[in-house]
């Protein structure tokens, strides 16, 4: 079981070498499985819809397309514009808070709660499904409930000033330096469930035999849990980080509910700014730019990432 | 070994207050619906509802225009049904011929499938936003149907193939020996025996498109096919701080969700953690 999990669970990003699965015997011309034809559909639809469609957005970024009528060829000024604009660059480094943050805490807080549900508990399943329920909630409709706490006479605020933290109070959605914490906050508390249950069919494959025989040996809770359940659940780790950061780079429903990129720009990120440039001002050139640019970041940590995976596997 | 002790009880007891807290958004999400006008403002919002009534959700219920939620709801419900049918059906079948066939050319095209599920949809949105509307498909439920199901395609054809390849060929030698189609095998025998792929896929597949608002409010915003999350957006969008109102249609928007979760909570638990171990 351990054995072919590694493999299994990084088929999700990394493609199958050829040859490592044995096939079974076949006889040709005896046996066919359906026609070949039967997969034309669902791959025109995967190129229309994701190759060439990429393609394009990629071509009209080096335009100055507004949508409609005539454009020209304007090579990486689109580019060098993003680049030259400090809104732009803020957004870029909110967008990298934002994923990265919201990956950290919400595996951290996931594996420890999977860990703690593990065995044991009597009520582990019920759990389970209580701390899974925001994840299945739409992220726009969540996000209004934690509008509402976080206003400025809203429970939160409440909560501060009844053990005597009034002056902590703030509107902490209008406030520019806090507002970007609090979508934080409601980004990881609706990521964290989904880490769980990630890490809780990980925990399963970690064999019982081996943990009970180092507690046996005299290891302690820390030493058992960081020299056999944490090699153990490495592809669980890899999958849980990858997803919730590619979610995380395209964070956008969050944001328009609870800010809609304000105060003053200080929650934007590339998503948010993508949408405004192209759809709300109609500069599709420049938005396509931004596009790009989100793009090459997401594959670039994608591949990051799985290389990392990949080598830790490798030690093995 | 691992026995249930005090200290187990204790973790437990623990646990359940961590969740409590977890889930406090959804007391203030419920206490506030029930509340009237006066009362949102006056008391304070950690106290139950004085009176409590369901007239917010009557009153969300009647809008009309942009924000008309019962359209709204219709057509998610529409649109996430339609995409699940297109996307079993493609998917289902796309999935079988790349994990059967033998052909060099069914490898690369599984490859092409692998890079598109991590290939963000952004950069596409604007291009397939001017393809449609050239097509005159934007601001329908057909173009949408066929836009979520292109989109979450590499997703259930990446499922389905992990699943076909798990499964043996004896049914399908069986069948053929005793005479049946290709077609008759595929419909009859190996489709049914699918179909815990089938619900994975209809989980995972539906819950996106279900949520989804980004490609609905470009896609559909302003349009009477427009989905929930988007007639929300904007019927929100016109509220001031009538947080009784606001809370209202967002339970409304999550009880047909979180009905079918509770119902069915170990096939989307499973669904997620098994799917995406393929």
Do not use: C
Request: charge should be positive; proline fraction near 5%; glycine fraction near 10%.
């Amino acid at each position: 079981m351990t054995a072919t999990l590694p493999s299994e669970t990084e088929a999700v990003i990394v493609p199958r070498r050829g040859g490592r699965r044995v096939r079974p015997p076949r006889r040709p011309g005896l046996l066919k499985f359906g026609y070949w034809w039967w997969a034309l559909p669902g791959i025109l639809m995967v190129l229309a819809i994701h190759y060439v469609a990429t393609t394009v957005g990629g071509f009209f970024a080096f335009t100055n397309w507004t949508g409609i009528g005539e454009f020209d060829f304007v090579g990486f000024d689109n580019f060098r514009k993003i680049l030259a604009d400090p809104t732009k660059i803020a957004a870029l480094g909110n967008t990298l808070f934002l994923a990265f943050g919201s990956v950290i805490l919400s595996n951290v807080a996931g594996l420890g709660i999977a860990i703690g549900l593990n065995r044991v508990m009597k009520t582990r399943y019920i759990l389970r499904t209580l701390f899974f329920m925001p994840v299945v909630l739409s992220p726009l409709a969540t996000s209004y409930i934690w509008k509402f706490i976080f206003q400025f006479d809203g429970p939160v605020n409440i909560l501060l000033r009844s053990v005597g933290l009034g002056e902590l109070a703030r509107p902490w959605l209008a406030d520019p330096t806090w507002a970007i914490w609090t979508v934080l906050i409601v980004v990881v508390w609706q990521n964290t469930g989904f880490a769980m249950v990630i890490y809780m069919a990980g925990l399963a494959s970690v064999p019982v035999e081996i943990e009970e025989a180092a507690a046996i040996d005299g290891a302690n809770l820390w030493q058992r849990f960081w020299h056999i359940t944490l090699p153990s659940i490495r592809p669980a780790i890899a999958i849980a980080t990858t997803l919730g950061l590619v979610n995380g780079l395209r964070i956008f429903d969050q944001i328009m509910a609870l800010t809609g990129g304000g105060p003053a720009n200080a929650t934007a990120t590339l998503a948010t700014e993508m949408y405004k440039q192209a759809f709300s001002l109609g500069n599709f050139g420049y938005g396509a730019a931004l596009a790009v640019l989100l793009t090459v970041i997401i594959l670039f940590f994608a591949v990051v990432q799985q290389r990392v995976g990949r080598g830790r596997n490798a030690e093995d | 070994m691992f026995r249930y002790t005090k200290l187990s009880a204790v973790r437990e007891v623990g646990f359940w207050i961590a969740a409590l807290l977890y889930l406090a958004p959804f007391y203030f999400l419920i206490s506030m619906s029930l509340k009237g006008d006066q009362e949102v403002v006056s008391s304070s919002p950690l106290a139950l509802p004085t009176a409590p009534s369901l007239d917010n959700f009557a009153t969300v219920l009647t809008a009309t225009g942009n924000s008309n939620v019962i359209v709204g709801l219709v057509n998610s419900v529409i649109i996430t049904a339609g995409s699940i049918v297109l996307m079993v059906l493609v998917g289902s079948l796309t999935g079988y011929v790349i994990a059967r066939s033998t052909r060099r050319w069914s490898r690369g095209v599984y490859y092409l499938f692998l890079i598109a599920i991590v290939l963000p949809t952004q950069l596409g949105t604007v291009p397939l936003y001017i393809g449609a509307r050239s097509l005159g498909l934007t601001g329908t439920s057909w173009g949408m149907i066929l836009l979520y199901s292109g989109m979450l395609m590499p997703l259930a054809i990446f499922l389905y193939a992990g699943f076909f390849r798990g499964l043996g060929t004896e049914y399908e030698e069986a069948a053929a020996i005793d005479g049946a189609s290709r077609t008759q095998i595929f419909f009859r025998i190996v489709l049914p025996l699918m179909s815990p792929a089938t619900g994975t896929v209809a989980i995972l597949a539906g819950l996106i498109v279900w949520n989804d608002f980004f490609t609905s409010l470009i896609f559909l915003g302003g349009s009477k096919s427009q989905t929930l999350p988007v007639a929300m957006y904007y019927y929100i969008g016109s509220l001031v701080s009538q947080w009784n109102q606001i809370f209202a249609i967002v339970i409304i928007s999550m009880i047909p969700i979180l009905a079918f979760y509770l119902f069915a909570q170990k096939r989307f638990i499973q669904g997620f953690a098994g799917g995406l171990k393929g």
